[in-house]
């Protein structure tokens, strides 16, 4: 194995194709490819201790979040029609929509 491969790691991610197509044009007019961002994002995050910009969720998000993740714990059924909601209101018995 050469030097210059002892020395490398090939990393692999699946991203958006449109996404990519749209970047990889923005990156050529700056003279750049997505090797030399990555390597650059690399050094970034080696030099700072930290990926150097906010991946964090919006208040509003934090918030969709938790609501979710509360409903979730609390086995609420998700409803879909009206026999399923006749199922949840009525238990097991057959009740026909002529009751209401």
Request: net charge negative; aromatic share 6%.
């Amino acid at each position: 194995m050469s030097e210059k491969n002892d020395r490398q790691k090939r990393i692999q991610v699946m991203i958006d194709k449109k996404l990519t197509d749209d970047v990889d044009g923005i990156l050529s007019d700056l003279g750049l490819n997505p090797t030399i961002v990555m390597e650059a994002l690399y050094h970034r995050i080696e030099a700072e201790g930290k990926v150097p910009f906010d991946l964090s969720l919006t208040d509003e998000k934090q918030a969709d979040y938790h609501l979710g993740r509360t409903i979730e714990s609390l086995n609420i059924p998700v409803i879909k029609d009206k026999e399923e909601a006749e199922e949840f209101l009525f238990g097991d018995e057959n009740h026909s929509s002529s009751h209401y």
